[in-house]
């Protein structure tokens, strides 16, 4: 893995989140509560105010108090699980990660994601991008196809028909709405990968 300054990748990812959130919102609004977009931008400008701190820090301690820091900041079903994913990927990660490591780590955040929201891949939730990005992870992909798989995995769960979270009380008409999750986790692939390949 390439090295990475962490303050600018916490940075951008903030501006990147506040430049979408009103995006965000739309998607949420459509078929959920409608606050996705504030309650991300909320916690990401949160972590971004604390940026030097957790750069300080060795990347996986880094990884836990910045999701210790979105679970109490973003709120909403977000909050716990976009925290949890950092959590758990801070428990897993290498202080300086190779493939291997971050594929291994990225798939035990996943499964912690999807107990903490009782969830699984297919059922119109932020895992229906999480999972394909892991898969690209372990079969070597680029940082840029990831984050391009990540784009079609978001696009992928608009004829989706939620069966978890809020949306799945809209049964039916859930469908032909992207899953506002799954874009948020779309948005930050890409930002990652901008980074990590030097482009961002």
Known sequence: MAAFDLAR??????DTIAAHSEELTALDQAIGDGDHGLNMKRGFEAVRADAGAFAAKPLPE????????LVMTVGGASGPLFGTLFLALGKEISGEPDRANLAAA???????VAARGKSQVGQ????DVL?????ALVEGKTAMEIADIADLAAEATVPMKATRGRASFLG???IGHMDAGGRSVALLVRTVAEIVEGQA
């Open 9 to 14: 990748l916490i940075t951008t990812a903030a």
């Open 62 to 69: 880094a990884l836990k108090a910045i999701g210790t820091k």
């Open 106 to 112: 990225f798939g035990k955040a996943i499964e912690a």
């Open 124 to 127: 119109k939730t932020m895992l």
């Open 131 to 135: 999972q394909p990005v892991q898969d």
């Open 172 to 174: 039916d008409r859930s």
